[in-house]
């Protein structure tokens, strides 16, 4: 092989492996676009290239991005036409058969916007476009309000090639045997010097026209326009086709509607330095009459109909008109209202506007307003306004009522029942800011609110002063608010079960805003119970509420008792005083929430169940946190309590803890627990109780207990005696309640005198011999050793194992005498008895009685 021939076959081989490398590049950047683009199908059929024409016999292509765009397209007999396969643009034309096209789900709105384009960047997509194209059958399945809506025609366009103007456009839509066609024609140098011409034409008839010239001078673009619809007599099987695209059922028309609209504008656009166009900065002068005499739907907004004459002049993006007259009705489309709670949402307007005849400044515009709402919860809003239409602008509110009536009203977990509210007004507004002033004469009223539980019956909201509603657009997005005033609410009867049915009033000061909503004021029902009250709650944090008692005389009555249910039915007090203040913490979302509570009692007497009790003062600090309940009682001081024998002063100081779900079932701590008793002390050992627990020992004393006084206190005739008792009892609690296993009493020395003289004990000794010598003993029994082991059992029977050494002077001589007696008492049975003679009131024997009658 010679030299020459060696190189070709080098050139030829690195040619073709610079081919390969450039045509996986390409392969690789352009499976990397289709990824990027979300391009899941790309295919063709009957691929057929010349050097003026490319012809395919069917392309599809579908794209799913991740934004949520799912579009697929069919288009089938394409024909391109190009000046040459190497000098492509312009396209000559373009023709297709058919194309159809399927959207599914358009991309979802973003966080940021996209970048403004500006006139020249849409110039340069022209030059795509090919100078005429035909698309002679146009298929599309696209969302609408009643899900996917399927329509079909043509569309032809024609434009002079690497400009795009002069060009026209038909784009023919049809249903069934009807056709409506937009007829688009634009003439000028460019897009910003043209005038642009557009018909609608209905089975071929005109039936709008319009008509706008664009001159940019500058940096402002100016739109002269008119627009224009004499008559609509396709209405009728026109309504039926718009039907698919409204999210309601129009209302049928039985008659052509003679609609007439016409609008015209000179309008003034100012463009920035990157070449868009700030249609938000727009001013110039507006027209616009229409007159729908029966409901025509309007994408978007809903059903329209009525009478409209509005002119408006508008400078740097502020419009304001200096004509207005209105009234109209509109069926608003659901989705413009699907954020009011559904009972608010109102099944149609009626706006009323007309001018007043009233004197007036210059640039001053009055105007007579009513909105009419109709639905679940009709409300009428009726006002005189002024509207200053030159700067500065100002609306002002006069003579404003808004009357809001519903049978049934739904928000959230709030239930309203039979709600009338009358809301007289006046106010001032701006472009910077709205000031509202509600006037006393406001109120609304409630036949019944429920919310879980709770249910307020016959409630009533007034005003004692003016209530102010602020609202600030200046320096803040959104907008800053505020609500401040006077509210008072009445409550002819609140029902919940942990309250006693009555009436409640709150008056008060009530101040909200876009961070917080406050209150303060008094809290009082028909008993007289009084609560200080305050709330806070910030939006997105807790809410935190406040309150303290009043002082309670309850010797003036309990309104405590006769406004919770969870007041013990068998305690009455009578006399003494009662302090408290709290707080409470609700978080947001699901956090339990917290609490303190101090209590204060000051010479409380009355009755505890079947015991009477007097001069009781105690102080305890109550505490909720996540879910732990913790009662610290500082003191808890009883001077006397009275079962059937009186006994007293009590003193406690300790603590509770609990979890709320097992409330009585917690640790009850004391470091002093102790009462005087019979003139003695008796007292248990600091120690906790495990309420929990199945069973638990405890220790307990009794030191310098007056014989003389016990058995004065026993219900039986002629004993009596003297000495000083103590003792030591080991105690036991199970779930069958208290018992003493292990106890002793003993008397100090030098010991003391039992007495005992009794005719039924005298007769037994007349009749026994043996009796006869002990009762004679016990008639003056001189003790010098008394002693003696207790028992008790949960049944409440007491068995005491009784020693005793001493004499009777005047029996024998006084030579010595022991005895040993068992003794058992039925405690309950003798607390009853007690309980039902004379020591007691007769509050205490009613109910002892009543027992009694409950376990016959």
């Known amino acids: 092989m010679t030299k020459p021939s060696r190189i070709l076959r080098w050139l030829l081989a690195g040619l073709l492996l610079l081919l390969l490398l450039a045509g996986g590049f390409a392969w690789y950047q352009w499976t990397a676009f289709k990824r990027e683009q979300g391009i899941v199908e790309l295919d063709w059929q009957g691929l057929r290239v010349s050097s003026r024409s490319i012809s395919i016999r069917q392309l599809d292509y579908a794209q799913l991005t991740e934004n949520g765009l799912n579009l697929t397209v069919r288009a089938e007999n394409i024909a391109l036409q190009v000046p040459s396969l190497f ?70 366009l024609e434009h002079a090639g690497e400009t795009l103007l002069p060009v026209d456009a038909r784009l023919d839509l049809r249903r069934n045997e009807h056709r409506v066609s937009l007829i688009v024609s634009a003439q000028g140098p460019d897009p910003m010097h043209s005038l642009i011409e557009a018909r609608l034409l209905i089975d071929e008839q005109s039936r709008l026209e319009g008509r706008n010239r664009l001159n940019l001078l500058g940096n402002t673009l100016r739109s002269d326009a008119t627009f224009a619809m004499g008559s609509l007599p396709e209405a009728p099987w026109l309504l039926s086709w718009l039907s698919d695209w409204t999210g309601y059922e129009p209302t049928p028309l039985n008659m052509p509607a003679d609609m007439r609209l016409g609008a015209g504008w000179a309008l003034s656009v100012p463009r920035s330095t990157d070449g868009t166009l700030e249609w938000r900065r727009a001013g110039g002068d507006l027209r616009l009459s229409g007159h729908l005499p029966a409901p025509w739907p309007i994408i978007g ?39 009011l709670p559904e009972n608010l949402r109102p099944e149609r307007l009626g706006i ?100 879980g539980e709770l249910t307020a019956r016959q409630l009533q909201a007034l005003l004692s002063q003016p209530l102010s509603l602020h609202l600030d657009r200046r320096n803040s997005e959104p907008p800053s608010w505020r609500v401040q005033g006077p509210l008072d609410l009445r409550v002819s009867r609140l029902d919940h079960p942990r309250l006693i049915s009555q009436g409640w009033h709150w008056s008060g000061q009530l101040e909200a805003d876009a961070t917080k909503l406050a209150a303060t004021g008094p809290l009082s029902n028909d008993v007289g119970l009084i609560l200080a009250a305050n709330l806070n709650k910030r939006w997105n944090g807790p809410l935190q509420a406040s309150g303290k008692l009043q002082e309670i005389f309850l010797r003036a009555g309990n309104p405590l008792a006769r406004s919770f249910t969870a007041w013990p039915e068998m305690l009455e007090l009578n006399s003494g005083r009662l302090l408290a203040d709290g707080t409470l913490s609700v978080p947001a979302g699901s956090t339990p929430p917290s609490a303190r509570l101090t209590l204060e009692a000051r010479g409380l007497a009355g009755i505890i169940d079947r015991a009477e009790i007097s001069g009781l003062d105690a102080r305890i600090a109550a ?53 005087q008793i019979f003139g003695g002390r008796f007292w248990l050992a600091p120690a906790t109780l495990d309420l929990a627990a199945p069973q638990q020992q405890l220790s307990a004393k009794l030191q310098g207990l007056q014989l003389s006084d016990m058995l004065a206190a026993y219900p039986t005739e002629g004993l009596d005696g003297s000495g000083l008792i103590d003792g030591s009892f080991d105690i036991r609690r199970s779930a069958l309640g208290f018992s003493v296993d292990q106890g002793e009493l003993s008397a100090r020395t030098p010991g003391g005198v039992l007495r005992f003289r009794s005719p039924k004990i005298e007769a037994l000794g007349q009749s026994n011999p043996a009796m006869k010598i002990v009762t004679e003993a016990l008639h003056d029994f001189h003790y010098d050793r008394l002693s003696s082991d207790v028992r008790y059992d949960e049944s409440g029977k007491l068995n005491l194992a009784l020693r005793l050494n001493g004499r009777n002077p005047a029996l024998e001589g006084g030579r010595p005498i022991n005895f040993s007696i068992n003794l058992e008492e039925d405690i309950p049975a003798l607390l009853t008895s007690l309980q039902l003679s004379d020591r007691v009131s007769e509050t205490i024997q009613r109910r002892v009685q009543e027992h009694l009658q409950r376990l016959q």
């Open 87 to 156: 000098q492509p643009f312009p396209p000559q034309s373009l023709q297709i058969d058919r194309l159809s096209t399927t959207l599914l789900s358009l991309p979802h709105a973003g966080n940021g916007s996209s970048p403004p384009r500006d006139a020249e960047q849409y110039a340069r997509w022209v030059a795509w476009l090919p100078q005429r194209m035909t698309i002679a059958d146009l298929r599309m399945d696209l969302p609408c309000a009643k899900g996917q809506c399927d329509e079909r025609g043509s569309l032809w």
């Open 623 to 675: 505490s909720l946190e996540r879910n732990r309940l913790e009662l610290d009682i500082t003191e808890l001081r009883l001077a006397q309590l009275n079962p059937g024998f009186t006994f007293g002063p009590l003193l406690l100081r300790g603590n509770y803890r609990t979890d709320l779900d097992h409330p009585v079932q917690g640790q009850l701590r004391w470091a002093t627990a102790e009462t």
């Open 352 to 451: 009323q506007i007309e001018p007043l005849d009233a004197e007036t400044e210059r640039d001053e515009l009055p105007l007579q307003v009513k909105l009419d709402a109709q639905g679940a919860t009709p409300a009428t809003l009726q006002a005189r306004v002024r509207l200053n239409t030159a700067p500065p602008y100002v609306l002002q509110i006069e003579q404003a009522q808004l009357q809001l009536r519903s049978s049934k009203l739904k928000l959230d977990a709030l239930s309203l029942g039979g709600l009338e509210a009358t809301l007289d007004f006046s106010g001032r507004a701006s472009l910077e800011q709205i000031d509202v002033q509600l006037h006393k004469s406001s109120r609304a009223t409630l036949t019944d609110l429920t919310s």
């Open 301 to 339: 907004l809903g059903e329209l109909q009525g009478d409209i004459d509005l002119a408006a002049n508008g400078q740097d993006g502020q419009w304001l008109p200096p004509e207005l007259k209105a009234n109209v009705q509109l069926r608003p489309e659901p989705a413009l209202v699907a954020d």
